[in-house]
């Protein structure tokens, strides 16, 4: 499945037979390869993901200093919410002034963790604390 998300592109393939999984990731290295060679693409891997991006320094963490540096955000306490490994940059970001969660299995670049199921509740809970 393709995912157009405006400047980038991402093309999941979870619901691919996992013999098939090596042949699309070549073939779309061999489509990819002369766009990454001239410095017009990166390709960032995730869970049964292929990220193209355009070739410029920014990520989740950087978005996530970009906002925080825009009021009301100034002097907030962010928390981020991840699962993926495009998600480590997110976490990076709120070292030391928030907290950041993974969700899934314990991962090194997050305070803490926590299973899918439970994001919705963690997410109303929030919710009702702030009214």
Known sequence: MLEDKGATLSL?????DGEQVEDIKRDLSEL????????????????????LRPLIDWDKGRAVEWILGREPFTATFPIYIGDDETDRDGFRA??????????????????????????FGFLRWLIDLGT
């Open 12 to 16: 999941h393939y979870r619901l691919v």
């Open 32 to 51: 990819v390869g002369p766009y990454k060679e001239r410095g017009l693409v990166r390709v960032t891997a995730g869970k049964k993901v292929i990220e």
């Open 94 to 119: 709120v070292k030391g002034i928030g907290a950041s969660i993974y969700v899934g299995s314990e991962d090194v670049e997050a305070n803490y963790h926590m299973q899918q199921s439970s994001v």
